[in-house]
């Protein structure tokens, strides 16, 4: 397992200066025409692939559920940081800050493309981290000489980060995103990190609700297609529970925009649809947090606090101001007299990747490792244009957040708030931990699991030698 971690122990003293040769004159971060062939190449087939099947879409729909991907979605344009130069030359003081920076190899040390690519990246973090945006802009380039979208992980991880910075990637994903449904459900159904997440969490809420109960209000960070609850539904039609409240939080966008309403009520009325098949009653509404506060005051019930951020499937990035917010209000309604429940936590490139690391290269390093893992997880689909479409929809917008330094300085300021809530740690039990082994064994082999945090309060996914997905109950 160590052997994924080990290989980003970068020697700077492994880069050759010879990777910094021949510096032209004007040097966009991507190579415009190579970008333009990968677009003209590879997109028709993953169109193809999206819209005519090379495996039918009944193979990805939910097991006792009707599809909930009936309308066709769109991904929100990415705004990432623009780091393009003002000037169209590399200066000089370039030159020597590279040859500072990285000292020349023995000669008779073989660089092989993925090892220069490693010690490139590494770079390109410690550039941006310390606002040297010239050099960064000169070894994203080189980057982009080196990078493949169907090499291997380490490869195409470079191209997605250059891509990523491309105005070219907004346009990927947007033609892509036209057949969303039936990437999104491939991506669920075969790869085991938004199954394992939901699985873990709903078990999690069903083992705590008590005898006495007859409602169930579940408050979701971020409902989404509303996929996580199908199966929870059945089980709680099974157990004789009556009444299923669901509600999902309205949060305001940066850019002042909300939730889509269109989305919401298509999810809704699929929701109730299949909680009535099983005879439960169903009541799901949207609000945003302040009028959850005083809504569930009015109400004896009990509470499950559920919040999934940055896991793989889910293409739009929370801010981790939210999930404060959600988890300070959570603690503060199950404190209180009328109240009582539990917390699910699910974490993939979310709030523990933002908050563990106190400078950007080293988050950027330790998220490097994250990046590869997860496209190396995801190299057992054979069908390669479809696998790329995944990737270009739900790996892409994750890496425009990576390569903002300043995103990484706004959101670190909320660390200590983050790790002073004071919420109690509830034991992940046995046989949820059993269940989820039994998920994760049908997976690629390289896949494992296991608990972890104060009182075994936290189950975690991963692969090879980098945790993917944390999933997390507290009182």
Not at 102 to 122: A, C, F, G, R
Not at 159 to 170: E, G, H, I, M, R
Not at 344 to 355: A, E, F, S, V
Request: net charge negative; aromatic share 10%; glycine share 6%.
């Amino acid at each position: 397992m160590d052997a994924l971690v080990n290989s980003f122990k970068f020697s700077t003293s492994s880069v050759s200066i010879e990777d910094f040769s021949d510096i032209s004159s004007s040097t966009p971060y991507v190579d415009e025409a190579y970008s333009s062939h990968f677009l003209s190449t590879h997109l028709p087939g993953i169109l193809q692939w999206v819209n005519e099947g090379d495996t039918p879409n009944d193979q990805f729909s939910l097991d006792g559920v009707e599809n909930y991907c009936s309308e066709q979605m769109f991904m929100e344009d990415v705004s990432c940081q623009n780091l393009s130069p003002t000037s169209g030359e590399v200066s000089m003081d370039v030159i020597q800050l590279v040859q500072a920076y990285l000292v020349l190899p023995d000669e008779s040390m073989e660089i092989d493309n993925q090892t220069s690519i490693l010690h490139l990246l590494k770079a390109c973090g410690d550039a941006m981290g310390s606002k040297q945006m010239e050099l960064a802009q000169e070894i994203i380039r080189r980057l982009n000489e080196k990078a493949s979208p169907t090499g291997k992980s380490i490869e195409r991880l470079a191209f997605y980060l250059t891509l990523s910075l491309d105005k070219q990637a907004n346009y990927l994903m947007q033609e892509a995103s036209k057949n969303y449904d039936a990437v999104f459900n491939a991506l669920y159904q075969i790869f085991p990190y938004g199954r394992f997440a939901h699985f873990t969490a709903n078990s999690a809420i069903l083992e705590s609700i008590p005898a006495y109960a007859t409602v169930l209000h579940i408050v979701d960070f971020d409902i989404g297609k509303g996929i996580q609850w199908p199966a929870l539904i059945e089980t709680l039609g099974r157990q004789g529970l009556r009444t299923l409240r669901l509600t999902t939080i309205k949060w305001e966008e940066e850019d002042g925009s909300c939730n889509a309403t269109t989305s919401f009520e298509e999810t809704k009325k699929q929701l109730c649809k299949h909680a009535k098949t099983f005879g439960l009653r169903m009541e799901v509404e949207e609000m945003d947090i302040e009028g959850l506060m005083s809504k569930v005051k009015m109400d004896n019930e009990w509470l499950a606090f559920n919040c999934m951020v940055g896991l793989p499937h889910m293409e739009k990035q929370r801010s981790v101001k939210h999930v404060e917010e959600f988890l300070t209000t959570a603690k503060a309604l199950l404190r209180s007299d009328t109240s009582k429940g539990i917390i699910t936590l699910g974490d993939g490139i979310g709030i523990k990747k933002w908050t563990d690391y106190t400078s950007f290269d080293s988050f950027f390093e330790a998220q490097l490792v994250y990046f590869q893992a997860l496209l190396e997880s995801m190299e057992q689909f054979q069908f390669l244009e479809a696998r790329i479409a995944m990737e270009c929809l739900f790996v892409v917008p994750h890496l425009c957040s990576l390569v903002n330094a300043q995103q990484w300085k706004e959101t670190c300021s909320t660390r200590c708030s983050l790790t002073k809530l004071g919420l109690e740690p509830r034991r992940m039990s046995w046989e949820n931990y059993l269940e989820a082994e039994e998920l994760v064994r049908q997976a690629e082999d390289s896949c494992w699991l296991k608990t972890e945090g104060e009182n075994n309060n936290e189950m975690v996914l991963g692969y090879m030698g980098a945790p993917l997905v944390r999933v997390s109950s507290w009182t």
